[in-house]
């Protein structure tokens, strides 16, 4: 009698973060005789810093298929991944397509899933900031809305799944797959010293933040750095904190392309903030675990400081990650330049906030998701039926 074909899940990345994600899930899905995982990339993502270098540091398999989308306005991304996955889905049918995180390249595969009627997965499913100006919001909502298993990181997003009415027994509490790969990665990570130095940070400014501490900045998201004069102010209050904690600020593409197209690198001349092209992951958690201080507006910033005991102050109105601020050491401090300043003058007064590690963020999320998937195919049914 043949062997019984392994079951394909493919999974799709296309964005820095989705890397981070999409790592001890390949490895937990290989690991287990019986399943055969492919990865396909969209290329949202295509510089050497923001993409090659996290799959040599993270062991991700090659991808075996670039679709090559590259940058655009949100919709154009969404409609170049959709009609590029398209035939390659249709030529392989896939099992399962599993989909993480809430960039362009998730909700354009959901997309192409459901049309197709390939059974979804979604990690990192029910965040909600409850701020549709936010481009992720919208990708988060559509493609929860079109899972078939739904996995979740804290529970806030059961709750928000469960109010929009999906059906419990589609969605599993697994921990967070993010934190997985920070307890695989940082017995490797970069020491600063050897960051600070590659980066070019000058020797006086090494030689305190090695003795006195150092702060790490990460600012991306649209609303803080598309409008220049918006930029500019927050730029000014990182200038004010590192009179007195230098700081290390690599720089988004998105972010630098606004600070060279509006002149505001002058902000930072004579300040005592490292600017810096994108880090790598093992620097970028090198530098955030010796940290006195993070200022950041990202998703998994708030996630990777909560899990490493570091105090984070988040520029943003919202989050979709309220477990950071209930139980870790995220403080939300608006976006106004002055509360930046306030919130760090408050750290560096009391030592800033302490936390706890969130339920299940123990370093194995992943093989959760892979037990939940395997059970669902054990069951012989259809998951487009659930
Ligand atoms: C995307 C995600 C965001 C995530 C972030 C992490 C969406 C809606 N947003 O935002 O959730 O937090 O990734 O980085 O999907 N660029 C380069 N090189 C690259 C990639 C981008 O220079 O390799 C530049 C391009 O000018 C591009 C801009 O960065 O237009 C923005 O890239 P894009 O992928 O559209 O969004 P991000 O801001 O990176």
Known sequence: MAA?????????????????????IMRAIRARG?????????????????????????GIPNPEINLEV???????????????????????????????GDVNSTVASALVAAKLRIPLAHVEAGLRSN?????????????????????TTERAAIDNLLKEGVS??????????????????LERAAPAKTTLEEIGAAPDIVADALKNGFGFVTLHRPSNVDDPEKLGGLLKALATIAERLPLVFPQHPRTRAVIESAGLARLLIDSR?????????????????????????????QEETTAMGV????????????ITIEEGTNTLIGTSPDALIAAAQDV???????????????GKAAPRIVDVIEAQFARNVSMAAI
């Open 4 to 24: 019984a074909r392994p079951r394909t899940i493919d999974c799709i990345v296309g964005a820095r973060p989705n890397f981070v994600k999409i790592a001890p």
């Open 34 to 58: 019986g399943l055969a995982a492919r990865l396909t990339h969209t290329g949202q993502h295509y510089d050497v810093a923001m993409n090659a270098v996290f799959f040599e540091e993270l």
């Open 70 to 100: 590259g940058s655009g306005s949100g919709t154009e991304q969404t409609a170049q991944v959709m009609l590029k996955l398209e035939p390659v889905l249709m030529a392989r049918r896939p099992d399962l397509l599993l989909v993480v």
């Open 131 to 151: 701020d549709r100006t936010m481009p992720e919001e919208i990708n988060r909502l559509v493609t929860d809305r079109l899972s078939d298993l739904l996995f």
């Open 168 to 185: 419990p027994e589609t969605v599993t509490f697994v921990g967070n797959v993010m934190i997985d790969t920070l307890h695989a990665c």
């Open 273 to 301: 903030i490292v600017v810096a092209p994108p880090v790598s992951y093992l620097q970028a958690i090198g530098l955030m675990r010796s940290s006195k201080l993070v200022i950041s507006d990202s998703g998994g910033v």
């Open 311 to 322: 105090p984070c102050l988040t520029v943003r109105e919202n989050t979709e990650r309220p």
């Open 348 to 362: 560096f007064a009391n030592g800033g906030k302490r936390g706890r590690i969130p339920d299940l963020w123990d």
